[in-house]
T-cell receptor, first 113, second 113 residues
């Protein structure tokens, strides 16, 4: 079945460091890919998404490129801030199913001053 | 308040009791979802609804009941709570299913003793 694998962390970085959170997926068709972010004590928020191969999603300095050849959707940011401390979830949906969204286990990020 | 709200935010109950978690959204979104979040599992879909009076099972529906008599409300009931249902529960809504952005509520932390 479909699945999402991501590094679980926790990841600890100093402010202004470069961030990469790896995400790979397994899917039988052509999924849409998402990154959601969960700040402490809050629900998830959509960070960015990509719907087809080679698309790049970007938001708030974060980027991720849909790589079909490597089945990956790695999240990157050039310079993290303390306010980026959160849990990041990679997710995929596929086909026309209303309910078929698969979330990864989440990666906890702590950014220290 | 505009948005999606959940109540209660925290709940402690005992094994065997019935518990209802409430979810309310003000956007008139057609789709609503219930997830549970457990360490190491990411989010798992319990039930979803495509419209008022239309509901369907997700990945982990056993032990839960939902209803949707009005578009804006989507309560989740644990008919006889068990310790394995201790979790954080998130409600979400979307204008057109999982391929578009889902908007999440702040979550309900449920503890079953």
């Amino acid at each position: 079945g479909d699945s999402v694998t991501q590094m679980e962390g926790p990841v600890t970085l100093s402010e202004e460091a470069f961030l990469t959170i790896n995400c790979t997926y397994t899917a039988t068709g052509y999924p849409s890919l998402f990154w959601y972010v969960q700040y402490p004590g809050e629900g998830l928020q959509l960070l960015l998404k990509a719907t087809k191969a080679d698309d790049k999603g970007s938001n708030k300095g974060f980027e991720a490129t849909y790589r079909k050849e490597t089945t990956s959707f790695h999240l990157e940011k050039g310079s993290v801030q303390v306010s980026d401390s959160a849990v990041y979830f990679c997710a995929l949906t596929e086909g026309t199913s209303y309910d078929k969204v698969i979330f990864g286990p989440g990666t906890s990020l702590s950014v220290i001053p | 308040d505009a948005g999606i709200t959940q109540s209660p935010r925290y709940k402690i109950t005992e094994t065997g009791r019935q518990v209802t978690l409430m979810c309310h959204q003000t956007w008139s979104h057609s789709y609503m979802f219930w997830y549970r979040q457990d360490l190491g599992h990411g989010l798992r879909l319990i039930y979803y609804s495509a419209a008022a009076d239309i509901t369907d099972k997700g990945e982990v529906p056993d032990g839960y009941v939902v209803s949707r008599s009005k578009t804006e409300n989507f309560p989740l009931t644990l008919e006889s709570a068990t310790r394995s249902q201790t979790s954080v529960y998130f409600c979400a809504s979307s204008s057109s299913g999982v391929h578009n952005e889902q908007f999440f509520g702040p979550g309900t932390r449920l503890t079953v003793l």
